[in-house]
């Protein structure tokens, strides 16, 4: 399973980066509208402060590892401990697979949790006063789960991805998910804002032009290798 899976992550990884060129190109303007997205913007920059002051590693890794158990118990593995320090963690199961394993690096936890409190507090007031609030707290959510797992995945390589099926396999794969996962938010966030055949229509094209280029030039290092072979 293991070659399977790495020939899988390198095929899918020009698919992958393509995917964070395309979502940048459709995000970033609509994140630029600042009169509509100052809440979240907002909340992003508040986020950013916090990291880069080095707090909030303890809220990190308690997300991760709840995010393992809860993976775990959606996939109906039973999980036996979980154990949280400020630096490190850790979630005891009976077994693990690559949903499992991969889980808190795709999934913002936070920011369900926000978004199910403020769908709570709607259903008994009326959730207009409550949405600019709401935006902060997706923002600074959403960007403390992008911020910690770039810092994560561009560490040593973690024991998930080994778990998952290599960092070969799981790191295009999780670029590809969380790509996909922004943009859905953003979109549910903003739905004017994003416009969803559009942007699927956008990665489509760049992950086309992705492997046309990879091709081409491919046929050109054959076509030219063949021709000092014949000489």
Same mark, same amino acid.
């Given at each position: 399973?293991?070659?399977?899976?790495?020939?899988?992550?390198?095929?899918?990884?020009?698919?992958?980066?393509?995917?964070?060129?395309?979502?940048?190109?459709?995000?970033?303007?609509?994140?630029?509208? !600042?009169?509509?997205? /100052?809440?979240? #913007?907002?909340?992003?920059?508040?986020?950013?402060?916090?990291?880069?002051?080095?707090?909030?590693?303890?809220?990190?890794?308690?997300?991760?590892?709840?995010?393992?158990?809860?993976?775990?118990? /959606?996939?109906?593995?039973?999980?036996?401990?979980?154990?949280?320090?400020?630096?490190?963690?850790?979630?005891? #199961? &009976?077994?693990?697979?690559?949903?499992?394993?991969?889980?808190?690096? !795709?999934?913002?936890?936070?920011?369900?949790?926000?978004?199910?409190?403020?769908?709570?507090?709607?259903?008994?007031?009326?959730?207009?006063? /409550?949405?600019?609030? /709401?935006?902060?707290?997706?923002? !600074?959510?959403?960007?403390?789960?992008?911020?910690?797992?770039? &810092?994560?995945?561009?560490?040593?390589?973690?024991? &998930?991805?080994?778990?998952?099926?290599?960092?070969?396999?799981?790191?295009?794969?999780?670029?590809?998910?969380?790509? #996909?996962?922004?943009?859905?938010?953003?979109?549910?966030? !903003?739905?004017? #804002?994003?416009?969803?055949?559009?942007?699927?229509?956008?990665?489509?094209?760049?992950?086309?032009?992705?492997?046309?280029?990879?091709?081409?030039?491919?046929?050109?290092?054959?076509?030219?290798?063949?021709?000092?072979?014949?000489?």
């Amino acid at each position: 399973m293991r070659p399977f899976k790495t020939i899988t992550g390198i095929i899918l990884a020009p698919a992958a980066l393509a995917a964070v060129w395309a979502t940048g190109a459709a995000l970033g303007p609509a994140l630029a509208k !600042f009169s509509v997205t /100052f809440p979240l #913007l907002g909340g992003a920059l508040a986020c950013g402060l916090l990291h880069a002051s080095g707090r909030g590693k303890r809220l990190y890794v308690t997300a991760h590892e709840l995010t393992h158990a809860l993976a775990a118990v /959606f996939s109906g593995v039973r999980v036996r401990k979980i154990s949280v320090k400020r630096q490190s963690g850790y979630v005891l #199961l &009976d077994s693990t697979n690559s949903f499992i394993s991969l889980a808190p690096y !795709f999934i913002p936890l936070y920011t369900l949790t926000v978004a199910a409190g403020y769908w709570l507090a709607g259903r008994f007031w009326p959730a207009a006063q /409550f949405r600019p609030w /709401f935006l902060a707290a997706a923002g !600074f959510t959403l960007t403390f789960h992008v911020l910690h797992t770039a &810092d994560v995945l561009t560490g040593p390589v973690q024991s &998930d991805l080994k778990k998952a099926g290599g960092p070969v396999f799981s790191l295009p794969l999780l670029l590809l998910l969380n790509c #996909l996962g922004l943009t859905a938010a953003i979109k549910l966030l !903003f739905p004017e #804002l994003v416009h969803a055949r559009a942007y699927c229509a956008g990665v489509l094209h760049a992950q086309g032009a992705a492997y046309r280029g990879i091709y081409s030039a491919a046929s050109y290092v054959f076509n030219t290798a063949k021709m000092y072979w014949r000489t």
